[in-house]
């Protein structure tokens, strides 16, 4: 199953279900928190060594999920109670996080959003939007690829671009042997294009976008059974 942004395009949504065969369930927007991350997975949820954790107000619980201290709300940094990531063994995330999965962090970063700026690639990689993450990782060893690119677009509600830009980890997602980007690889700066394919045949992985659209960050996916 996957939990994904209910404003994903046809196309996208179409090779998740048909080629890929997942079953995926959109996230419905929120009005808990602003528009542009209104149905973020990686604004609701969290998956560490395999659960999932959940806002109280997350738009989808199912009953397998463990349900948070705090719900989400608006103002920064009350969005990123459930911004946490795993790379491997290492659960990334900030001072800001929920209570019931602040233990669970061994590697504490300044950026609220870590999920959002951080693209998983493999047990011990992954890439990068923020300096202070780039930073921090690579402290910890972790192979990790840093790309700085305004092309990357966020959503209003009415699915029209806005003015704010978004994160390579939200434009992206890992499915088996595939890293999917939510767009045409061929819109970020070129320099940018040729690093990412480069780390992912370092780590075999197949690249797979959506030629002549918009690369868009949705919050990228939360899987689970």
Do not use: W
């Not at 590697?107 to 998983?120: A, E, M, P, R």
């Not at 045409?184 to 780590?203: F, G, R, T």
């Not at 992985?205 to 868009?216: S, W």
Request: hydrophobic share 35%; net charge negative; aromatic share 8%.
């Amino acid at each position: 199953m996957i939990l994904i942004d209910e404003r994903i395009r046809d196309i996208e949504y179409k090779y998740l279900v048909e080629d890929l065969k997942q079953e995926v369930k959109r996230i419905p927007l929120s009005n808990d928190v602003y528009e542009e991350i209104s149905g973020h997975s990686d604004i609701f949820y969290t998956k560490i060594e395999g659960i999932i954790y959940a806002a109280p107000n997350a738009p989808i619980i199912e009953n397998n999920f463990i349900i948070g201290e705090e719900k989400v709300s608006r103002k920064y940094p009350e969005d990123v109670k459930y911004n946490i990531c795993q790379i491997g063994k290492n659960v990334i995330g900030s001072k800001y996080a929920d209570s019931i999965i602040k233990d669970k962090i061994n590697i504490y970063v300044n950026q609220g959003y870590t999920k959002c700026s951080i693209s998983v690639t493999g047990d011990n990689s992954c890439m990068t939007t923020d300096e202070g993450i780039y930073k921090t990782l690579k402290e910890h060893n972790i192979d990790v690829l840093l790309i700085k690119d305004d092309n990357i677009k966020l959503l209003n509600k009415n699915k029209s671009i806005s003015k704010m830009t978004g994160f390579i980890g939200g434009a992206s997602a890992v499915i088996g042997n595939e890293f999917i980007i939510f767009g045409d690889i061929d819109n970020l700066k070129k320099e940018n294009k040729e690093k990412i394919i480069e780390h992912l045949e370092k780590y075999n992985l197949k690249l797979k976008d959506f030629k002549g659209l918009d690369i868009v960050d949705y919050g990228g996916i939360i899987m689970y059974n």
